[in-house]
């Protein structure tokens, strides 16, 4: 299995963005999420996409951030709308906070909000 996230940028507050995560080996039956880690913090849980399409978000990001997959090309979506420069930090995919600490995640990509 692979995890491979694009998409990230440095853009102003109130901006967007649509990061994707490649999850090559995965399939519809797995719970998949994002996760966030900004400099000096502690890995963050971002949101949650399960396997019945239900959709669990952070309390920070809650109604700006949208959760999605595609399961015809195996990828999962983040899409990032009105940007704060709280949400600075590297964005990794992963199947759970769990499976990301141990490493079983992407290299990720950046995103900063300035």
């Known amino acids: 299995v692979q995890l491979v996230e694009s998409g990230g940028a440095s853009v102003q507050a109130g901006g967007s963005l649509r990061l994707s995560c490649d999850a090559s080996?995965?399939?519809?039956?797995?719970?998949m999420g994002w996760f966030r880690q900004a400099p000096g913090k502690d890995l963050e849980w971002v949101s949650t996409i399960t396997n019945i399409d239900r959709t669990l978000y952070a309390a920070s990001v809650k109604g700006r951030f949208t959760i999605s997959r595609d399961n015809a090309k195996n990828t999962l979506y983040l899409q990032l709308d009105n940007l704060k420069s709280e949400d600075t930090a590297m964005y990794y995919c992963?199947?759970?906070?769990?499976?990301?600490?141990?490493?079983?995640r992407g290299q990720g990509t950046q995103v900063t909000v300035s």
């Open positions: 080996g995965y399939t519809d039956r797995d719970c």
């Open positions: 992963a199947k759970n906070i769990g499976s990301a600490r141990r490493g079983e």
